[in-house]
């Protein structure tokens, strides 16, 4: 997901003091429901796709009419800077009145917050519409790059590398005339064979970051590093298949490496100007969505690569200061009805998978999650079967800072 990084907060220990405020119970939602009535919510969450932020929008119109709840969309570029808001409001001895209720959040940022003592929880398995996600078959629910939740996240959407080309640049005469790369060392010689038509978004983009993990987990002989601290291998060993990589990648790209588009959805942009012919996104049914809004011509085709790519479950959380708990959950608990899932999955709105169980939902909330199968743009149904697990998070904070170091000003 689009959600950038923060280097783990290493001695925050002097700054935790103070008891925090009572919480409003879930387990009593009724209670809940009422006393979150009239609140403002003060949601920050990346405002960097006009698709997403229209979602948002359908979601503060229905949380208004059903709960007369005031959601406030306060759009970040940078998740890490709300996260410092928190810990600056902490290290003032703000312990019950911040200005943050709702964050969008996953991976490194989580593991800081938590870390640090500053997430209000645990919360989200007393949400009622939690059940509906079905844990105890879905682990990835439960779980934020390697890291168990403890209920102080609640899922609401699903993200998995998917890579998507321009029929017509790999045409001929109406043929295929060459296939799309289906693996990391394949991209390599197709970028060499086609210089300047790819590229990846800018490090510390969180796109940009997860290619850089895709291509580390692939050129590695070991993967078993990647699922824990990083200060527990030879960071400078175990990454130097990907820095070799990408020296031989990057005087291929768009630009021969000088440049990069600063995120997902600029890439994409560069894909419909007809600038690259091979891009990648972190939501599956992107390029059916944008295909089906004319962002990109009908001849786009979307595809996973042979040996599965990185996914992941994005996650909202409250920070510990939240002084309407009782909105942010009831905002967090409707984010997992069938009706925002669906509504959400929908090409036409956003496109970006549900985290309920579909399989088990009732029927006729079944039928609200039927795939647009006509698009051609769009994902077999059973493409995404192989998901690779996200690494420990710390290997996203140091690949980040590697990369910086090694590339930036060159």
């Known amino acids: 997901m689009p959600i950038r990084s923060l ?29 979150a009535r009239g609140q403002s919510v003060y949601w920050y969450a990346w405002g960097g796709d ?6 948002l929008d359908w979601v503060a119109g229905r949380v208004a ?49 938590q870390e640090a003592d500053l997430l209000h929880g645990p919360f989200a398995a007393r949400l009622p519409n939690f059940a509906l996600t079905h844990p105890e078959h879905n682990p990835e629910v439960v779980t934020d790059f390697t890291l168990p939740t403890e209920g102080y996240e609640s899922p609401w959407g699903k993200a998995q590398i998917t890579f ?17 790369p289906r ?18 978004p800018r490090i510390p983009d969180f796109t940009g970051s997860t290619f850089l993990k895709q291509a580390l987990i692939a050129l590695a002989e070991d993967t078993a590093p990647f699922y824990a601290p990083t200060d527990e291998s030879d960071f400078a060993a175990v990454t130097a298949p990907l820095w070799d990589y990408l020296d031989d990648l990057h005087p291929h790209l768009w630009r021969s490496g000088r440049q990069f588009p600063a995120t997902g959805p600029e890439l994409r942009r560069l894909m419909s100007d007809g600038e690259l012919s091979l891009a990648f996104t972190f939501y599956p049914s992107e390029p059916a969505a944008a295909v089906a809004d004319f962002e990109l011509p009908g001849s786009v085709r979307s595809y996973v690569l042979e040996g599965g790519t990185l996914g992941n479950v994005h996650f909202v959380a409250i920070p510990f ?27 036409a709105v956003w496109g970006d998978r549900t985290v309920l169980d579909v399989a088990r939902l009732p029927a006729a909330d079944r039928t609200l999650f039927a795939i647009d199968e006509e ?36």
Not at 50 to 55: F, S, V
Not at 66 to 83: G, M, N
Not at 183 to 200: K, V
């Open 7 to 35: 280097p783990l907060f290493p001695a925050l220990a002097l700054l935790l003091a103070g008891p925090l405020q009572a919480a409003s119970d879930p387990a009593d939602w009724d209670g809940v429901l009422e006393e």
């Open 50 to 55: 006009d698709r997403t932020n229209r979602y």
């Open 65 to 113: 009419e059903e709960h007369d709840l005031t959601l406030v969309h306060v759009k970040l570029d940078d998740t890490s800077a709300a996260v410092s808001r928190v810990l600056a409001e902490r290290s003032a001895g703000n312990l019950d009145d911040g200005s943050i209720d709702l964050i969008w959040i996953n991976g490194e940022n989580f593991a800081a917050m």
């Open 164 to 180: 998507y080309y321009d029929g017509n640049a790999f045409s001929r005469d109406g043929t295929m005339a060459e296939e799309p």
């Open 183 to 200: 693996s990391i060392e394949a991209l390599l010689a197709w970028a060499e064979a086609n210089p300047g038509r790819f590229t990846y």
């Open 321 to 347: 200061n939240s002084p309407r708990r009782a909105g942010a959950m009831v905002v967090a608990n409707f984010l997992l009805s069938p009706e925002a899932q669906a509504h959400k999955q929908n090409l």
């Open 375 to 410: 698009n051609p743009a769009m994902l077999p149904a059973d493409a995404l079967e192989k998901t690779l697990p996200e690494p420990h998070p710390s290997w996203m904070t140091a690949l980040q800072a590697a990369w910086r170091e090694r590339y930036v000003g060159r």
